[in-house]
């Protein structure tokens, strides 16, 4: 989440929303988390345990997933909005992933776009 957020305990990354909320009053939120294992499909599960894998040896083990209504909640408790959340499926237009090559849409990683005023 946010960068390196995604290594951090999922207390830590609670409170990074908090942290950068005293921002313009119309400032934006875009960037992308992790869902929980629950939530992943077979091919976000399988691309998630190879990149802990590699991750995790390298001294930066995945700490922070977070289902969409942990999330919100964190969001809503700093004083953020939620205006979008949405698969990286969803996020890509209209024809991407009918790729011939090994690039597939999976439910590993969500895109949301919070601000600090609502719509």
Same mark, same amino acid.
């Given at each position: 989440?946010?960068?390196?957020?995604?290594?951090?305990?999922?207390?830590?990354? $609670?409170?990074?929303?908090? @942290?950068? #909320?005293?921002?313009?009053?119309?400032?934006? %939120?875009?960037?992308?988390?992790?869902?929980p &294992?629950?939530?992943?499909?077979?091919?976000?599960a399988?691309?998630?345990?190879?990149?802990?894998?590699?991750?995790?040896?390298?001294? $930066?083990?995945?700490?922070? @997933?977070? #289902?969409?209504?942990?999330?919100?909640?964190? %969001?809503?408790?700093?004083?953020?909005h939620? &205006?979008?959340d949405?698969d990286?499926?969803?996020?890509?237009?209209?024809?991407?992933?009918?790729?011939?090559?090994?690039?597939?849409?999976?439910?590993?990683?969500?895109?949301?776009?919070?601000?600090?005023?609502?719509?």
């Amino acid at each position: 989440m946010a960068g390196r957020q995604h290594y951090l305990p999922p207390a830590s990354c $609670e409170r990074f929303f908090a @942290s950068v #909320a005293d921002v313009h009053p119309e400032s934006s %939120l875009i960037f992308d988390y992790v869902l929980p &294992h629950e939530l992943r499909d077979a091919r976000g599960a399988e691309y998630s345990a190879a990149v802990a894998a590699m991750a995790g040896e390298a001294g $930066e083990p995945s700490r922070c @997933s977070a #289902a969409p209504t942990t999330l919100h909640g964190w %969001l809503a408790s700093a004083g953020w909005h939620v &205006h979008d959340d949405r698969d990286e499926e969803d996020g890509a237009p209209s024809g991407f992933w009918g790729r011939a090559d090994h690039l597939k849409p999976m439910k590993l990683i969500r895109l949301v776009h919070a601000s600090r005023r609502r719509a």
